[in-house]
């Protein structure tokens, strides 16, 4: 069984790094925390900065203006970013298919990946909605705090 104090400590990091839904079984226990419609701000995803945005500001120092070109589709992309330090894994199960593809239309809600942290697996949501561009990282990789793990354009 699952004490009391255990449970505090993981409501706590679950604070901390951002993360919205967490299962845990242990000895035959299993507890779901689902902290979905309490309205936070998302730090899982940001804007990307595109290559032709940091063209543009290169270009404004060193060139004239006519010689700059921006694609206002790229204002579009963003980034899914690691909201903690772990493994990552894109399937929910080894056999299993991937929670998302190259391709793939996402919702806000739609699990993208799993990433495992002290023994616990941590599903991350998309938090935003549109199509997946690119996947940054591979199955098995370490991931990093605030690391980008999917390229996305925005709807």
Avoid: W
């Avoid at 940091?54 to 589709?73: F, G, H, I, L, Y």
């Avoid at 591979?138 to 690391?147: A, C, L, N, P, S």
């Amino acid at each position: 069984m699952i004490n009391v104090r255990e449970l505090q400590e993981v409501v706590s990091l679950m604070n901390e790094s951002g993360i919205q839904k967490l299962h845990i079984e242990h000895e035959g226990t299993k507890v779901v925390i689902d902290k979905a419609g309490i309205p936070l701000e998302d730090p899982a995803v940001t804007e990307v900065k595109t290559e032709e945005v940091q063209a543009k500001a290169a270009a404004t120092e060193q060139a004239p203006q006519d010689s700059m070109s921006v694609n206002s589709a790229d204002n579009n992309k963003k980034q899914i970013l690691s909201p903690m330090v772990g493994t990552f894994y894109s399937k929910p199960e080894a056999d299993a298919d991937p929670f998302i593809q190259v391709g793939q239309t996402i919702e806000r809600k739609d699990v993208v990946c799993v990433i495992e942290a002290m023994k616990l697996f941590n599903e991350v949501d998309a938090g935003i909605e549109g199509e997946v561009l690119e996947i940054l990282v591979k199955d098995g990789d370490v991931v990093e705090f605030g690391q980008p793990l999917f390229t996305v354009k925005s709807y």
